[in-house]
C-alpha cells in the first residue's frame, strides 16, 4: 500500500504537470489568437491608434497611425517609446493639451478635442483626439488615444461657413429688400437694402413687431401687435404691396413676394419676404406723365415767345410759380424774352438784378453742364424787391431756380424761377427741373429751327437765281419764282414743255444742247456765259450752270439749269465804280462836314452865349439871330450830306383772307403734284381779320398737304372763302357775329370717327414711320385758336374730308393803326445841388465853348482832351461825376473805346455822345448809350438832353 502510495504521488504529480502544460499551452495559443485577432482589428481600422505610457510615451502603435503620421516608413516600430510631445508644433501646445486631458479625464473619464498636429515631413494635420485611461482605478496604468484625420471636415465645415458668409453677404449687398419674420411675427433679418430705404438700422428692428413698420390697406391699423396668421394675412397673396414706415415717417410703396417656410414637423417657421421699392418709380413714372403732358401743351406753339408765355400756368401745379422768365441766347449774349404773369410794380427792379446774375460766367459754367441751379441772392441791394415779390418780406436770402435749355451740347436759352418753393428745394426737384428743362430744350429747339427755316426759305424763295428742273428729255419739271418772272409765265404754262423751246441758246441751240447733254452725261458741270433770244425781246447775257442730278441708284435722272442775268451784274460792275468814287467822295465829304459841324457849334455856342447878354431891343441881338439862323442852315446842309435812307421794318397788317390765299396757290400747286386738281372759289371783299400772313399761308399749306396725302391716286383739292353769320359749332352765340370762313376740301380716302378724335393731337399721325411728324393739323390748331377762332372737320371713310377754319372779322377804328404806341414822358430828375459833368472833347476850342455852355446852365465842368486823360481823372476823383459829355472821334482812345471801359468800372454810369457826324453814321452808338447830339448843339437842346439821361438813369 505504502509501494503503492508512493509510485501514484510521481505519477499524479507527472498528470498534473501535464495537465498543466496542456491548460498553459491551450492557453497560449488562445492569447495569440486573440493577439493576432486584435491586431487585425487594429490594423484595419481606419482611425490611428496608439498605446500611451503615464509618459505620455507611444508604447503602441497601429499602421493607420503609422500612415497618419509617417507614411514613409515601413515599420512602427520607430515611433515606439516616442514621447507624443514631437507631433505637436510648439512645447506650449503640448502642455496645455496634457493638462487639459488630464483634467477633463479626471471628471468624465475621457478627453476629445480637435487638434493641429505635426507628422514626420513638418506637414500640418488637422486631427480628433479621443483619449481614455487603460484602468480608470489607476492612473499609472497609462492612457489609449485614438486619431482620426479630419482635415478634410475641416475643410468641408471651412467652406460651409464662408458659404454662408456669402449668403449672408449677398443677402446683405442685394439691390432688393429681404427681410425674414419669425412664427411670433418679430423681424429676424432686416438687410441693408431695407435699411437704405427705410433709414432704420438692423440693430434698431430686429425682434420688432412686423406691422409696426409695415402696413397694408385699411385693415393695417388694427394691427398694432401681429400675429404669425396675421402677418400672413398681410403678405398675402405672395404677389402684394405693402407700405413700409421709414425712420422719417415716410410711408415707402414695396411690391413684396414672400415664401413660407415650414419645419420638420409642418409648421410654420417663419417667413421670406424679398422685396422692391416703387416709391421711386412711380414718382419717376408721374414726373414723366407731367412732362409728356408739359410737352403736349407746349406743342402749338410757333415762337419762343408764345413758349415763355405759356409756362407759368403749365409750371405752376409743380412750383407754385410767382413769376416765370426765359433768357434766350442770341449771336452775343442771353437777352431776356418774357415775363408772363402780371407784371407788379417791384419787377422792373428784379429785372435788373436777374439779368445780372444770368450773364455772370460761374452761373453760366454751371448751367452748361446741364444741371439747374438753385441761386441765392444775398448782396444786392434789390433783395426787398424780390423778397416782396415771393410774398415774404423777412427773408434775407431769397432763391431764384435757374433751369438750362442745352440745344446740342449748346447752353441756348435759360428759365428762371421765382417761387416760394424754391426757398427748400430737394435733390429730386432739382433732378425734376433739369429733366424739364430737357424737355422745354426740345421745343425750344424746334421753335427756333422752325424760324430758321422760314428765314432760308423765304430766302430761296427771294433768290435773283433761276432755277428749272427737267428730266432727261429736257421736260421742265419744276421751275423757281425767279425763273417764271424770268420768263414772264406761270408754272403751269412751264411744267412738261421741252427747256430748249423755252430757252434758245444762240443761233445754233439745238446743237448747243447736244454738247451739254455729252458733258453731263459724262458727269461734267457746264458753266459758260450765253446769249438768250427771246421773242420780241432783245438779247440777254446769262450764266448759265448744268448740273446732272443722278438717283439713288445712281442713274442720271434729272438736269439742274440755273440762270444768272449777266445784264444787272455788268451794271453792278459799272455802278460799283462809280459807289467806289461816291465812297470816296463820301468819306471826303464826311471828314470836312465833321470839321464843319465843329466850327458850327463854336459859332452857334458863342453866338448863344451872346444873346442871352443882349437886350431885346439891342439891334445887335437882331444881327446875332440872324448870324444863328445861318448856322442852322449851314447844319442842314452837313446833315444832308450825311444823311441816308434807313429800311423800316414791316409789321403784320390786317389781311384780306381770299387775296392772300390766292398768292399761295401757285405754290400749292407745284408742291401737291400734276395728278390733283385744285380748284379755287375764293369770295371777293371780304372783311379783314387779325392774322399774320405767315401764319395764314401755313394753314392753308398744312391743310393742302394732308389732302394731298389722303389722294395718293389723285383726286380734287377744292379751296374756298366765304362770309359767314353764324358761328361755328359750340360758339353760335359768340359776340363775333360775323366769321370769314376757309374751306379745303378733298376727294381722298378719309377718315374713321376713332381717328377724327385725335387729328388735332400733336404727334398724332396715320402715317408711316418717318414720314410724318404729327404736328401739321395740331400746329394749324394752335394758329387757329391763338387768332380767336376755330376749325371744324367732317369726313367719312371712301368720301373725303372737308376742313372749315372760322376767323373772326376783325375792323379798325377810323384814324387808328394797331401799331399806334403812346410815348411815356420821362420822369422828371432828381433834384441836386451841383451836377458834375466829365466833358471829354479833343478840339480846344470846342471843349472851351461846350464848357462855357454848361457852366452857363449851372453845371459843374471837368473838361479832359481825349479819353485817356478821362481814365485817368476818373480814377483820380474815385468816380464822383454824375454824367458823362463825349465826343466820339478823338486821337489816342476815342469816345466808343473810352465807354465801353468806362462802363465796366461804373455800369451805371449815364453817356452823352456828342459828334461832327450825325447818329446814322454812329452804329456802334447803340452798344453804349441811346443818347446822342449831332453837332452843332444848341446851350438848350445839350441841357434838356443831359438831364434826361440823368432822368432814365435814376428811374
Not at 367719312?796 to 376767323?807: A, D, N, P, Y
Request: with cysteine.
Amino acid at each position: 500500500m505504502a509501494m503503492l502510495q508512493s509510485l501514484l504521488v510521481p505519477c499524479t504529480i507527472a498528470a498534473i504537470r501535464v495537465r498543466r502544460e496542456e491548460e498553459n499551452r491551450m492557453a497560449q495559443e488562445k492569447l495569440e489568437k486573440a493577439q493576432t485577432r486584435y491586431r487585425a482589428i487594429l490594423r484595419s481600422t481606419p482611425h490611428g491608434l496608439c498605446m500611451l505610457t503615464p509618459n505620455w510615451e507611444i508604447s503602441f502603435a497601429n499602421h493607420a497611425f503609422h500612415m497618419l503620421f509617417d507614411p514613409d516608413l515601413t515599420t512602427t516600430h520607430d515611433v515606439i517609446g516616442t514621447s507624443l510631445e514631437a507631433l505637436f508644433p510648439v512645447h506650449e501646445d503640448f502642455e496645455t493639451f496634457v493638462a487639459q486631458a488630464q483634467a477633463e479625464m479626471e471628471e468624465v473619464g475621457r478627453y476629445c478635442c480637435d487638434i493641429t498636429l505635426v507628422r514626420r515631413s513638418g506637414a500640418q494635420i488637422q486631427v480628433e483626439i479621443s483619449i481614455v485611461p487603460l484602468d480608470p482605478k489607476r492612473a499609472e496604468g497609462g492612457y489609449v488615444a485614438t486619431f482620426t484625420d479630419v482635415t478634410q471636415r475641416a475643410i468641408q465645415t471651412e467652406a460651409l461657413r464662408r458659404e454662408r458668409d456669402f449668403s449672408r453677404m449677398i443677402v446683405d449687398t442685394a439691390n432688393v429688400l429681404v427681410f425674414v419674420v419669425d412664427r411670433t411675427g418679430r423681424i429676424r433679418r432686416f438687410n441693408r437694402s431695407c435699411e437704405a430705404v427705410s433709414g432704420w438700422r438692423a440693430e434698431d428692428v430686429l425682434g420688432m413687431n412686423f406691422c409696426a413698420l409695415f402696413l397694408r390697406g385699411d385693415e393695417d391699423a388694427a394691427l398694432s401687435s401681429a400675429t404669425l396668421d396675421e402677418v400672413l394675412h398681410a403678405l398675402f397673396p405672395t404677389n402684394g404691396e405693402l407700405t413700409l414706415i421709414s425712420r422719417t415717417g415716410e410711408p415707402r410703396v414695396i411690391r413684396c413676394k414672400s415664401s413660407v417656410q415650414v419645419d420638420k414637423d409642418g409648421q410654420v417657421a417663419h417667413v421670406i419676404c424679398i422685396g422692391e421699392d416703387l416709391t421711386e418709380s412711380r414718382r419717376e413714372a408721374a414726373d414723366q406723365r407731367e412732362l409728356g403732358e408739359l410737352a403736349m401743351a407746349l406743342a402749338p406753339c410757333q415762337s419762343v415767345a408764345e413758349m415763355a408765355a405759356e409756362l407759368p400756368s403749365l409750371l405752376f401745379r409743380r412750383w407754385e410759380i410767382s413769376h416765370v422768365f426765359l433768357w434766350s441766347r442770341d449771336p452775343f449774349s442771353f437777352e431776356f424774352v418774357l415775363e408772363a404773369a402780371t407784371l407788379p410794380q417791384p419787377l422792373n427792379d428784379v429785372m435788373a438784378v436777374l439779368s445780372d446774375l444770368v450773364k455772370q460766367d460761374e452761373l453760366l459754367s454751371q448751367l452748361t453742364a446741364g444741371d439747374a441751379i438753385l441761386k441765392r441772392v444775398r448782396e444786392h441791394a434789390d433783395v426787398a424787391s424780390i423778397a416782396s415779390l415771393l410774398g415774404d418780406a423777412k427773408t434775407t436770402s431769397p432763391a431764384i431756380l435757374f433751369i438750362p435749355l442745352i440745344v446740342r451740347d449748346s447752353l441756348s436759352a435759360i428759365v428762371g424761377i421765382l417761387s416760394p418753393s424754391c426757398q427748400h428745394l430737394t435733390v429730386r426737384d432739382l433732378d425734376y427741373a433739369r429733366r424739364t428743362g430737357i424737355v422745354l430744350a426740345r421745343i425750344y429747339e424746334r421753335l427756333r429751327t422752325a424760324e430758321t427755316n422760314n428765314l432760308l426759305t423765304a430766302a430761296v424763295a427771294q433768290s435773283p437765281e433761276a432755277i428749272v428742273l427737267t428730266d432727261r428729255q429736257w421736260r421742265v419739271y419744276y421751275a423757281n419764282p425767279a425763273f417764271e418772272g424770268l420768263l414772264g409765265q406761270g408754272t403751269e404754262k412751264l411744267l412738261g414743255r421741252n427747256i430748249r423751246e423755252i430757252l434758245p441758246l444762240g443761233d445754233l441751240p439745238i446743237e448747243n444742247y447736244k454738247r451739254y447733254e455729252e458733258s453731263l452725261h459724262a458727269d461734267r458741270a457746264v458753266f459758260e456765259n450765253v446769249c438768250f433770244h427771246f421773242p420780241g425781246r432783245p438779247a440777254v447775257d446769262m450764266r448759265l450752270g448744268i448740273t446732272p442730278i443722278y438717283s439713288p441708284s445712281g442713274r442720271l435722272q434729272y438736269f439742274r439749269l440755273s440762270l444768272i442775268d449777266l445784264t444787272r451784274q455788268l451794271e453792278m460792275e459799272r455802278l460799283l465804280q462809280r459807289s467806289q468814287r461816291m465812297e470816296a467822295l463820301g468819306y471826303l465829304a464826311g471828314g470836312i462836314a465833321h470839321d464843319f459841324n465843329n466850327l458850327l457849334h463854336i459859332a452857334t455856342g458863342y453866338t448863344q452865349l451872346a444873346l442871352r447878354f443882349a437886350n431885346p431891343n439891342d439891334a445887335v441881338r437882331e444881327q446875332l439871330e440872324g448870324i444863328q439862323r445861318v448856322i442852322r442852315r449851314g447844319a442842314a446842309l452837313t446833315n444832308q450830306l450825311l444823311t441816308f435812307s434807313k429800311a423800316q421794318i414791316a409789321e403784320p397788317a390786317l389781311l384780306d383772307l381770299s387775296h392772300q390765299v390766292e398768292q399761295s396757290l401757285q405754290l400749292i400747286r407745284r408742291v401737291i403734284g400734276e395728278d390733283i386738281v385744285v380748284e379755287a372759289d375764293l369770295a371777293k371783299d371780304l372783311p379783314t381779320v387779325l392774322l399774320t400772313p405767315a401764319h395764314l399761308d401755313q394753314v392753308v399749306m398744312n391743310l393742302a398737304l394732308n389732302a394731298r396725302d389722303a389722294m395718293p391716286s389723285g383726286g380734287t383739292l377744292r379751296i374756298t372763302s366765304e362770309l359767314s353769320f353764324h358761328g361755328p359749332p359750340g360758339r353760335e352765340q359768340d359776340p363775333a357775329s360775323r366769321w370769314v370762313v376757309l374751306s379745303v376740301s378733298d376727294t381722298g380716302l378719309g377718315m374713321s370717327p376713332e381717328t377724327l378724335e385725335h387729328i388735332f393731337e400733336p404727334f398724332f399721325t396715320t402715317k408711316g414711320v418717318g414720314q410724318g411728324t404729327g404736328l401739321g393739323l395740331s400746329t394749324v390748331y394752335g394758329i387757329v385758336k391763338q387768332a380767336g377762332g376755330e376749325i371744324t372737320v367732317d369726313s367719312q371713310l371712301g368720301k373725303g374730308t372737308t376742313f372749315r377754319v372760322f376767323l373772326p372779322v376783325v375792323e379798325i377804328a377810323p384814324n387808328k393803326s394797331p401799331a399806334d404806341e403812346t410815348v411815356m414822358p420821362s420822369p422828371p430828375p432828381p433834384e441836386k445841388e451841383a451836377i458834375t459833368v466829365l466833358l471829354v472833347e479833343d478840339d480846344p476850342d470846342v471843349r472851351a465853348l461846350t464848357r462855357l455852355m454848361l457852366l452857363s446852365r449851372g453845371y459843374a465842368v471837368i473838361p479832359a482832351e481825349n479819353g485817356r486823360v478821362a481814365l485817368d481823372m476818373m480814377s483820380k476823383m474815385n468816380g464822383n461825376v454824375d454824367i458823362v459829355l463825349s465826343d466820339v472821334v478823338m486821337p489816342e482812345m476815342g469816345g466808343l473805346e473810352f465807354g465801353r471801359v468806362c462802363r465796366q468800372l461804373h455800369p451805371d454810369l449815364p453817356f452823352v455822345y456828342i459828334s461832327g457826324y450825325p447818329a446814322t453814321e454812329m452804329e456802334q452808338l447803340a452798344t453804349v448809350t441811346p443818347h446822342f447830339l449831332a453837332k452843332p448843339i444848341e446851350a438848350e437842346e445839350l441841357d434838356r438832353k443831359l438831364r434826361l439821361a440823368l432822368s432814365l438813369a435814376n428811374f
